[in-house]
C-alpha cells in the first residue's frame, strides 16, 4: 500500500519561503516522479512541478523562478521551497506520485498554507 | 499553458440516474507517442484526489466499472451510469501531454 505523508509550515508572513516536505511509504521510490500540486481556497489544482530520484526536476514555468523541488533517496522523501510567498500563495498543497505512463495516482494528504501578515 | 475547460460546473443528480462530465482541452491531447494523457480525479470535501481513469478510458483498481472515461484529440467524457451518494464532490480532468500538466475547473456533483 502506497501512502504519502506531508508536513511543513501551515501560516508563513509575505516574503517568507515555504518549505514541505513528503514522505514514501510503500512501493518504489525510483520507478516514479515525485510532484507538488497546490489549490487555492475554493479553486482548481495548478501543478508546480516534479522530480525524478536522479534529481532531475521540471517546473512549471510560472513558478519556476521561485520554486525548488529536492529528494532525498535515502529517506525516501522529497521537498517543496517556495520563496518569497504572497497571499496568493495560500493554498493546500499536495504532494503526489506521477506514473511516468499513467500520471499522478498517489495523493498525500494535503497541506494548508496560509500567507498573512 | 493548455487550458482544460469542463461542464457543467455543477451537477445535482437523482440516486441511481445517471450522470455526464464534459472536459475540453485547447489542444489536442495525443501525444507524439500515441498515447492521449487525459485522467479523471474524484475530490470528496476535505480530502486529497483520488483518480478514476487514466488515459482518457482506463479505470483505476478499485473503481466501479459505473465509471467510464471516453473520448479524444479535445473532448473527452466522464460518464457515470448511475449515481450513488458516496459519488457526491468535485471532478477534475487532467492533460499530461504537455508541459506543465494542467486541469479543469471542477465540476461539483451534488445528489438530490
Redesign the interface.
Known sequence: QVQLRQWGAGLLKPSETLSLTCSVYGGSFSDYFWSWVRQPPG?????IGEINHSGIA?Y???LKSRVAISVDTSRNQFSLKVTSVTAADTAVY?CARKDVL????Y????TLVTVSS | DVVMTQFPLSLSVTLGQPASISCRSGQSLLHSNGNTYLNWYHQRPGQSPRRLIYKVSNRDSGVPDRFGGSGSGTEFTLKISWVEAEDVGVYFCMQGTHWPYTFGQGTKLETK
Open positions: 479553486k482548481g489544482l495548478e501543478w521540471n512549471s514555468p510560472s499536495y499513467t500520471g499522478p495516482d495523493w498525500g494528504q494535503g
